[in-house]
């Protein structure tokens, strides 16, 4: 007698036009087949494998992987309190290294100074057999860093903390850092307080660092003639790394659709 299974299978071939065997089967010779083997179906119900390589150029993988990504945003802050919220993001296809000494001349028509720079390193210590873990983040490293060696900046105006690393670098992590930061450092409660985060694939994993910069607020007659360079090193947008120093050119903004 056939069972329910057998009769269900029995009745869609039978019912259904859009489906076609290679081979003409009835009931009887399911009810048999199956019953032996539960490859019997094979002839019936076929799976065809479509091998396609995975297209990073798809929902933007390849652009992210080929831009240098900057988060910027502001801190919004009291005593013994620091917000920092990410508002902008940029996207540029490199940046730029630049000579300490074309810093120099900008920031002193600027009337603005470096006030600190850190460089932390991403460390993990597998605790072994105790239940301890030591786990270092290196945004937070280069911050405690800075604030241990920055000059006073209770007087001034505009602070930015430009904060870089490789692809690798998490933005909650700049965020507590410049957190930390701002209420470890002698800032200004009338003070604005800015940040960049920018991350480029050319700088090694798990490092970062942070430059902290008081921006002055002369300006200089060569100013309407400053390139896009000059514009950024200005606005005090400038990172250090290993003795480096790059920023950003508008001209290399990578503003390419996905």
């Known amino acids: 007698m056939m069972n329910k299974i057998h009769l269900f299978l029995a009745l869609s071939l039978s019912f259904s036009d859009a489906f076609i065997p290679s081979t003409r089967l009835d009931s009887r010779s399911i009810c048999s087949s199956s019953s032996s083997s539960p490859s019997a179906l094979f002839e019936v119900i076929r799976a065809d494998v ?28 009291r005593p ?18 630049i000579e300490v000494s074309k810093v120099q001349d900008i920031f002193g028509m ?48 505009t602070i930015i903390f430009n904060f870089l690393g490789g692809d690798d670098l998490i933005l909650g992590q700049v965020l507590d850092a410049t957190n930390e930061a701002v209420v470890n450092m002698d800032v200004a409660t009338k003070a ?43 606005a005090g947008e400038i990172y250090s790394l290993g003795g480096k120093w790059f920023t ?8 390419d659709i996905a």
């Open 110 to 157: 600027m009337g603005s100074k470096i006030l600190a720079t850190g460089e932390g390193k991403e460390l993990y210590r597998d605790p072994g057999n105790s239940i301890e873990s030591f786990i270092q983040l290196a945004p937070l490293e280069a911050a405690k860093v800075a604030v241990n060696t920055a000059a006073s900046a209770i007087g001034e105006s």
């Open 50 to 77: 479509v091998e396609q390589e995975f297209d990073t150029g798809l929902g933007g993988v390849r652009l992210a992987q080929e831009s240098s990504i900057k988060i910027s945003g502001e801190v919004r802050h």
């Open 248 to 255: 950003v050119d508008k001209a290399n903004m990578n503003n």
């Open 80 to 97: 013994g309190n620091a917000e920092a919220r990410a508002l902008d993001l940029t996207r540029y296809t490199q940046l730029t290294p």
């Open 192 to 234: 604005k307080v800015f940040f960049n985060s920018m991350s480029d694939s050319s700088i090694p994993a798990d490092v970062c660092s942070v430059s902290v910069i008081a921006v002055g607020d002369k300006e200089s007659e060569s100013s309407s003639s400053r390139s896009g360079i000059d514009d950024a090193i200005a």
